[in-house]
């Protein structure tokens, strides 16, 4: 991943006493006060607007992940399908019609691995924030342009890495599509080809291209 790593509580304590100035302390009568300066419309906006596409992000992960199940249950029931019809009729299969489903069953397999790469288990980043960040925050009383810098940095490192997540799984996903695409072309032009050879040759005159094929037939 090309996310870098979130900093820890520890790290922003240490950032927080180097780097930002301590607003006064409240002292028990309360003479040193001072009002912690509040959120605007635009720090809003900008939390609300992050955690959407956070939660959009994950969601779409969760999407891709659905995908790859089903497809991993579909190609396992055609290969089974297909592997019980050429093991019944072995003996009295085409040869032809053997290869051609041996093909086919190849091309699903490759889309099984695919599709097992896409659903593979691999941490993500939730939306929002552990409990530990605003404790800091709120034992620390940390400024409010200070708090919202380190929640966007910390919302994009977690992004970056929830959409190199999204995008291996997406190519993973497209791959195993087009091995389930490429398998039912194989397999409709494959019976296309034998109901053309076998009206050839039951014509008796299949010419040069489709003797040998006759022969197998």
């Not at 240490?14 to 302390?25: D, K």
């Not at 003996?91 to 489903?101: D, F, I, K, T």
């Not at 490759?110 to 993500?124: D, L, N």
Request: with cysteine.
């Amino acid at each position: 991943m090309n996310a870098e790593p979130v900093p820890t509580i520890k790290e922003l304590q240490a950032r927080l006493v180097t780097e930002v100035p301590q607003p006064a302390r409240l002292d028990n009568t309360g003479t040193e006060k001072t009002d912690a300066p509040q959120p605007t419309k635009l720090d809003e906006v900008i939390i609300q607007d992050t955690v959407r596409r956070h939660e959009g992000l994950v969601q779409l992960i969760y999407h891709n992940d659905r995908k790859a199940v089903q497809l991993i249950g579909i190609y396992f029931a055609i290969i089974g399908v297909v592997s019980t019809g050429l093991v019944a009729n072995l003996r009295s299969l085409q040869a032809l019609v053997a290869l051609m489903a041996v093909v086919v069953v190849l091309c699903l397999f490759a889309g099984i691995i695919s599709a097992f790469r896409a659903h593979w288990t691999v941490p993500i980043y939730l939306t929002g924030m552990k409990p530990d960040f605003w404790m800091w925050a709120r034992e620390y009383s940390v400024p409010t342009s200070y708090m919202l810098d380190e929640y966007l940095q910390r919302s994009a490192a977690s992004l970056d890495a929830n959409e190199d997540i999204n995008d291996r799984a997406s190519r993973h996903l497209k791959r195993a599509y087009i091995s389930g695409i490429v398998a039912t072309g194989i397999a409709v032009a494959g019976v296309a080809g034998l109901a053309i050879t076998s009206s050839l040759c039951r014509v008796g005159e299949p010419g040069a291209w489709a003797g040998p094929l006759c022969r197998l037939l």
